[in-house]
Structures are given as structure tokens and as C-alpha cells.
């Protein structure tokens, strides 16, 4: 059962299909991102109890540019309302907030916002990295470029160098809404990473799937490589 096998430090979520969910209630767009918000909220206040240490969440790709301007705007008016009203429930739970990816080439006053988030949750037990503005072949890249600049080319060089060097290392990939890719999200540190691809939509993820998420990479048997 659940407590016998491994149990997940870093569980990480590719946060897809709030267009469908919208589109199958004939809702504008905007609702499903808004109603993606709201199953994001929920779930971070979850997670302490389930004893992650670390939840990573794929907001915005670096090919999600290529999105109608409207949408982006949505997305991104989104994101300013939820870091002001959520912030103060993170420093209340010991939330620690990291952002992944090239996010300093977001809107300047986003960055100014997420410099004080930053600032303000520094010291939090549990962490929420967010990915904005993410693409992990641009991460390896930097890491790579970084990690040249000092010395050799190795693993270890070039994962010292990742934005995700501070975290515990990846348990397991969680996809909603059915598509049985990765896009472009932490291509590195999915090596041994498990993973489970779910027909849920994102607005319809609860805490509820997690933990069965949680429940079934409890079951699996990491190899390694080994036998
Ligand atoms: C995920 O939902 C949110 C982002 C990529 C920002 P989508 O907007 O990709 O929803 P679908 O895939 O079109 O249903
Ligand atoms: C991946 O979803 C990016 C995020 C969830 C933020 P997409 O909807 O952008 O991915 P593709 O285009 O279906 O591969
Ligand atoms: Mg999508």
C-alpha cells in the first residue's frame, strides 16, 4: 500500500488542458485559466500534509509566446492577481516560492512582484517552485554555458547549474488532460523521474488526484539502471 514504497520529495505538474475545460462548458478561454488558478490554489495548501517537500508547476512555457496577445495578457494579469492576494497565505504556511526558468524577462513590475516574493518567503520549510517563462533545452543551455565557463562538461557540472540545482531531485511528472508529452519542461530532470499522464483537465485537478498520484509512485519499483 501506500506507505511501503518510496515516498515523493518533489512531485512536479504540467498544468494542462484549461482551454478544453473552458471550451466543454462554452466558457471563454480566460475562465479555464482563471478556474486553473483555483485548483493551483487548493493544491498548495494541501501539500504540507502530504509531506512534499517540493511541488513545481509549469505556469508558462517559453513557446507559450506564440500565443494570441490576448491570452498572454489574460495569463499574465492572472498571475499579478494571484502572487498579491496568495503571498500572504505562503508567508503564513511556511511556503518557501522559487521561480524556475527566464523569468526576469517577464513584464518588469511582474518581476519587481515576484523579487519581493522571493524576498519574503526565503525562509519557508516547503517549496513551490513556479516555472514562468520556462523551456528546459534553453536551462540546459545556460547550465551548460555556466558550467563550461568554470571548468569541465559533466552531469554534475551541468546540473549544478540548472534552476533547479537547489531542489531535491525529481520523484515525479504529473500531466493532466491526456497529451503524452513533455514540452519542453525539465528535460534533464526527468532521467529517472517517474510519471503519470492523467485525462483530467487542469481546473479539474483536485488534492484528491495528487495523493492517488502520490499513491501509485508509492507502488513503483526504482531501478536505476540497477537490478
Ligand atoms: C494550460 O492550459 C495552461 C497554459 C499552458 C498556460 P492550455 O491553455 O494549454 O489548455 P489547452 O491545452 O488548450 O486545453
Ligand atoms: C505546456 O502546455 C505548458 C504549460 C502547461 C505551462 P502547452 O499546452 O503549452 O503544451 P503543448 O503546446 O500542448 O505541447
Ligand atoms: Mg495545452
Not at 485548483?39 to 494541501?46: E, G, I, N, S, Y
Not at 503571498?87 to 515576484?114: H, S, Y
Not at 547550465?143 to 533547479?164: F, M, N, Q, R, Y
Not at 495528487?210 to 536505476?224: H, I, V
Request: charged share 25%; net charge negative.
Amino acid at each position: 500500500m501506500a506507505s511501503e514504497g518510496p515516498r515523493a520529495r518533489h512531485v512536479a505538474i504540467i498544468m494542462d488542458g484549461n482551454g478544453r475545460w473552458a471550451k466543454a462548458k462554452h466558457l471563454p478561454r480566460v475562465m479555464g485559466h482563471r478556474q486553473g488558478v483555483e485548483a493551483v490554489r487548493k493544491l498548495v495548501r494541501a501539500v504540507e500534509a502530504m509531506g512534499l517537500e517540493c511541488l513545481t508547476l509549469y505556469a508558462f512555457s517559453s513557446e507559450n509566446w506564440k500565443r494570441p496577445e490576448d491570452e498572454i495578457d489574460d495569463l499574465m494579469n492572472l498571475m499579478r492577481k494571484f502572487i498579491k492576494s496568495d503571498l500572504p497565505e505562503f508567508i503564513a504556511n511556511d511556503v518557501r516560492l522559487k521561480i524556475i526558468g527566464d523569468w526576469r524577462g517577464l513584464a518588469p513590475d511582474i518581476v519587481a512582484m515576484l523579487d519581493d516574493a522571493l524576498a519574503q518567503t526565503a525562509h519557508g520549510r516547503h517549496t513551490l517552485a513556479v516555472a514562468l517563462n520556462y523551456g528546459s533545452q534553453q536551462e540546459i543551455a545556460r547550465a551548460a554555458t555556466a558550467a563550461a565557463a568554470e571548468g569541465e562538461i559533466t552531469p554534475e557540472s551541468i546540473a549544478a547549474h540548472l534552476d533547479t540545482a537547489d531542489l531535491p531531485p525529481l520523484d515525479l511528472l504529473i500531466r493532466t488532460s491526456g497529451e503524452v508529452r513533455l514540452s519542453n519542461f525539465l528535460l534533464w530532470q526527468c532521467a529517472y523521474a517517474e510519471m503519470i499522464f492523467t485525462d483530467v483537465l487542469w481546473p479539474d485537478f483536485t488534492p484528491a488526484h495528487l495523493q492517488a498520484a502520490l499513491d501509485d509512485f508509492a507502488g513503483r519499483e526504482r531501478r536505476y539502471g540497477g537490478r
